[in-house]
């Protein structure tokens, strides 16, 4: 694990897993408690854990359909007593290199026993997380010619990684392989599991946490953008050009204050926005209007008409012009708006708030449509 981040560099390719131009699909599901679970895994060491999600896969299909959460995990007598269980697994199975690279595997599964990390559960509404010294204890051994990894997992730590608390969703396994760096390969997972809706908003010390294990892995905005956006960005997009995934991230900082900005300060909040090829909300040549796009922009149109007083038929006009790519920078986009009124509303300056919305919406939907 990292701990000098002034001598980070920017994440380069690994060489050991060249992209393949094998495009057939290989998807899985995933809970989300491990797609969002914060470590320090290296490239190979993220591959190896899906790949062992992969091999769990009647596990978790039972767990989603009950919904099993780390309060109502069933375990048997035998393993209660234990207080663990093991899983043993030829290294033939992992379908991520060939033999050649049989004692990198190796090694990466025994160095993923020394790496601690955090895993998410829920109370109520709200997310946490609790630390673990290592996913699983692992013993690599040889036997009728074969190599084989024996894994052993608390059911403590079992119960939290394999539990129903942040749902679940589907990744490709096609697309891990080919994704040149670690940021890349939990980017991919983040937009998997937050992407539902096309955006979210996300703390830079809560990224961090997420890409490196911990809230303060980059000490600047430049170095986290720079060292780990930047680099993932790119990689997806070049999946998304080559047809390989159909959706992209880009993402955009987000400052309350223009004096942080200028000074280069972490951002109050990173916007992410995923790029979907089936959301582009052009109707021209008669297409129609998906239903998920319908309803974001009548949200957005009673949004201007109740909250800004903005007059209803310039509400109607204006939010047909909403797009679902545009949904996390309009977000942000208002929430800059809201501070404007309310420091004019503060020093008693006169504002027309329905005129001053519409005008500067049609700004901003000039700018994307441009």
Partial sequence: MATNNQNQK??????????????????ITIMGVQGLSHNDFSTLELKIMLQLIKISQKLIDYNIRLRINRETFIFTPEQRAAGHIDLCIKLSE???????????????????????LKLAYKLGDHTFYTQFDHLF???????????????????HVFRFFFSFDKGACHIDLNVVRQCRGASSIKLYLMMNCW?????????????????????????????????????????????YDQRIIDQYPVYQPFYQSEEAETHHHMPDHITF???DRANTGDTSGGATVPEELQGVRARLKWRLYTQYHVDE?????????????????????????DYFIRKCQQEHRKINVGAYIAKALDGFLKDHHA
């Fill in 195 to 239: 992407g539902a809706k096309g955006y979210t908003m996300v703390k830079p010390e809560n990224l961090m946490a997420l890409l490196h294990s911990r809230k303060d892995y980059y000490k600047t905005w430049s170095a986290l953008k720079n060292k780990a956006l930047d680099f993932a960005c790119k990689d997806l997009k070049r999946l």
């Fill in 94 to 116: 992992f379908d991520l290199a060939d033999t050649r690279h049989a004692s990198q595997l190796r090694n990466a599964l025994l160095q993923m026993a020394k790496h601690p």
């Fill in 273 to 275: 926005t995923f790029i």
């Fill in 10 to 27: 920017s994440e380069e390719p690994e060489p050991f897993l060249m992209p393949s131009s094998k495009q057939e699909k290989d998807v």
């Fill in 313 to 337: 038929k310039i509400a109607v006009l204006e939010s047909q012009r909403l797009a679902l790519d545009m949904q996390g920078e309009l977000e942000d986009w208002f929430q800059k708006k």
């Fill in 137 to 155: 204890e692992c013993k690599v051994c040889q036997y009728q010619g074969r190599w084989w990894v024996k894994l052993r997992y608390d059911l």
